[in-house]
């Protein structure tokens, strides 16, 4: 872990600063600013790089796209209203949905191939979101959808994605936008080095908030998500190597952090691991999962590090959640879990659960997947809802090497509900008050 840290290096941007006031902007919370972000930006890429300032003051725009060498510095009252008009996020660039590779909506700050990026300060970035624009694309009558409504679901949308890539059409013909209903990233950078993303706060996405993919030596420092929409997962690294997530706050509408590595015959066409991710001092709250991986995960993934966070809400499912299916495929291994300090979750400490699926038949395929090496240690919990470990397994692809180290869960329902696990142990742990000894 020491080794993935010393990996990322503090960036380092020109000491020159760009106020977005000077190329056009106005902090009105109306007047639209996309110009003015993308002059500003361009300015400072041409001069070598440096600070592009967002003062303090309400503005409003388009996606902002990122340059090399660039930091996008928010003063701490400055906020960015995004707008929710699809058309305004044309052109199209190359992105990702629920880790299918396509031609899409921009995200609403996107790096493409860059190196030496930011996003910082402590303002306030805000994709509006809302039952009355994104969130309904989603299907589903809690964020507003009516039947008769167009939505994410319909068999040329998202389903028709899916297909595409299982017949390896080409990235740039899987075209999308107007009339696909499938809804933009928050921020994404796309086949980036070294990259971070610091101190600011994130609401009202759209998708997904913060998503590094193909990235490499990425750092998220001090950031509050607070977004409680559909598939508002907090931070998803995908195809990523060395990326530290550390002193955050997630209060989400779906995973805190789920680790990503593509989905079925797209992960594994593109065949690039996630691994050497370390998530540290982060406080969870409401979501399906504190630290998930999956369950879009064909590449694989390895070398998972979480330390010393609290996870705490009635509305958080799970502490540690793996999902993944016969469609994804995939090795996920080398799980460590330490100095863990849970309050509350709904369903389980641990749960693995290798035929997940949320459509009928989405689940059933000839790509078994493997889980293999999971340690909690020096973890407590005051309730665990369900269980403490719910697990299942194949009878050819057993669940391998679950250990428990010193963990005291003071109530939960049931112990444990497993299917096709092996070697599970545990070593000074106690269960509703009693020692476990099971190995």
Not at 1 to 23: A, H
Not at 78 to 97: C, G, K, M, W
Not at 249 to 261: N, P, Q, R, S, V
Request: hydrophobic share 35%.
């Amino acid at each position: 872990m020491n080794n993935v840290i010393k990996s990322i290096k503090p960036l380092k941007f020109k000491n020159k600063e760009y106020n977005i006031l000077d190329f056009g902007a106005k902090a009105d919370g109306t007047f639209n600013c996309t110009e003015a972000f993308k002059k500003a930006i361009a300015a400072c890429s041409k001069n070598g790089g440096g600070k592009v300032l967002v003062p303090n003051g309400k503005f409003f725009t388009g996606p902002i796209h990122l340059e090399s060498n660039v930091n996008l510095h928010l003063e701490d009252k400055a906020e960015i209203l995004f707008s929710t008009n699809p058309n305004d996020y044309y052109p199209l660039v190359h992105t990702s949905f629920e880790a299918t590779e396509l031609m899409n909506y921009s995200p609403l700050i996107y790096a493409y191939k860059k190196t030496n990026i930011a996003v910082t300060g402590k303002g306030t970035l805000n994709g509006q979101a809302a039952n009355d624009n994104w969130w309904s694309w989603c299907g589903k009558d809690e964020y507003g959808w009516k039947e008769g409504m167009p939505s994410q679901n319909d068999p040329l949308n998202r389903f028709r994605l899916v297909d595409m890539a299982e017949k390896n059409i080409p990235v740039k013909e899987r075209v999308y936008g107007n009339n696909g209903y499938l809804r933009p990233n928050f921020i994404q950078f796309f086949e980036c080095k070294n990259t971070l993303i610091q101190d600011v706060t994130i609401t009202n996405a759209p998708f997904w908030i913060i998503h590094p993919i193909k990235s490499t030596n990425v750092l998220v420092d001090g950031v509050t998500v607070r977004s409680h929409g559909p598939n508002n997962d907090g931070c998803d690294p995908e195809y990523s190597k060395n990326v530290w997530i550390k002193n955050c706050i997630f209060d989400t509408g779906d995973d805190c952090i789920a680790i990503k590595a593509g989905r079925d015959a797209d992960g594994r066409r593109v065949g690039i691991k996630s691994e050497n991710i370390i998530v540290q001092n982060c406080k969870m709250y409401d979501g399906h999962g504190g630290v998930t991986i999956g369950s879009e995960i064909s590449a694989g993934v390895s070398n998972v590090y979480v330390e010393n966070c609290l996870m705490d809400s009635p509305n958080l499912d799970r502490a540690i959640r793996i999902k993944t299916n016969a469609k994804r495929g995939g090795l996920i291994e080398n799980i460590h879990v330490r100095n863990l300090q849970v309050g509350q979750v709904k369903e389980a400490v641990l749960r693995v659960d290798m035929f997940y699926s949320v459509y009928k038949g989405d689940n059933e395929g000839p790509f078994i997947p493997r889980v293999e090496n999971i340690t909690l240690e020096n973890v407590q919990v005051k309730d665990a809802g369900k269980y403490s470990i719910l697990a299942k397994g194949y009878a050819s692809s057993p669940i391998k090497n679950i250990l428990f180290k010193n963990v005291t869960i003071d109530k939960v329902g049931k112990t444990f509900q497993l299917e096709h696990v092996d070697n599970l142990r545990f070593i000074d742990t106690k269960i509703n008050g009693e020692v476990i000894h099971k190995n």
